[in-house]
């Protein structure tokens, strides 16, 4: 089935917290999954996954995608005001349009 | 840096007219796509476009919305007969290659009265 589940849907933290957002994702054409952020309008590009194991990372924030057992994880540390957002998992299947699927996200609020 | 542009920011319509969103992709970029969020739901694709034809659509998609790419430059998405539950926030996106990243317009928030 074409599903991205994330977990959990909302977070509230304080700032300098770290914070790890989940997404586990079910289809068998699997080419890449990404992550993107959203405030107040479009979803931002972040990271973008296909091998698993391998760590992509920028800044503060980095990404891990584990192929064998579905899922991904956002990490970000030292958690800042301006992080909070709604943090977005895409996936991409093999072939055909390169459509994105994305999940519900994850609302971050971070607190001064 | 180059950027997805998407006119205009806000749209109020009246159930049962047309409207048409536009949207300016990154100018080297061949895959063009309409994606739409409904207030506090997911983003759902729409339809996607390359070499001047749809390669996907959604069941979303239907005979009253169609999409166009009349100049080169410009990529509109027209809705024949709106409906109330068009209401929602539309969202253009390009992306260069195969396999890349996409990138999102700022998007046209549509409302249907």
């Known amino acids: 089935e074409d599903k991205v589940v994330q977990s959990p849907l909302s977070l509230v933290v304080h700032e300098g917290d770290t914070v790890t957002l989940n997404c586990s994702y079910e289809v068998t054409n699997f080419r890449s999954l990404l992550w993107y952020k959203q405030e107040k309008k479009a979803p931002t590009f972040l990271f973008m996954l296909?091998?698993?194991?391998i760590e992509k990372k920028s800044g503060r924030l980095s990404s891990i995608l584990d192929k064998k057992e579905l899922f991904s994880i956002l990490n970000i540390t030292a958690t800042q005001t301006g992080d909070s957002a709604v943090y977005l998992c895409v996936r991409r299947a093999q072939g055909g349009s390169e459509k994105l699927v994305f999940g519900k996200g994850t609302k971050l609020t971070v607190n001064p | 840096e180059p950027e997805v542009t998407q006119t205009p920011s806000h749209q109020v319509t009246q159930m049962g007219q047309e409207v048409i969103l536009r949207c300016v992709p990154i100018?080297?970029?061949?895959?063009f796509y309409w994606y739409r969020q409904i207030l506090g739901q997911k983003v759902e694709f729409l339809v996607s476009f390359y070499n001047n034809e749809i390669s996907e659509k959604s069941e979303i998609f239907d005979d009253q919305f169609s999409v166009e790419r009349p100049d080169g430059s410009n990529f509109t998405l027209k809705i024949r007969s709106t409906k109330l539950e068009d209401s929602a926030m539309y969202f253009c996106a390009s992306g260069g290659l195969a396999g890349y990243e996409q990138y999102f317009g700022p998007g046209t928030r549509l409302t249907v009265t």
């Open positions: 296909t091998s698993s194991g």
């Open positions: 100018s080297n970029h061949l895959y």
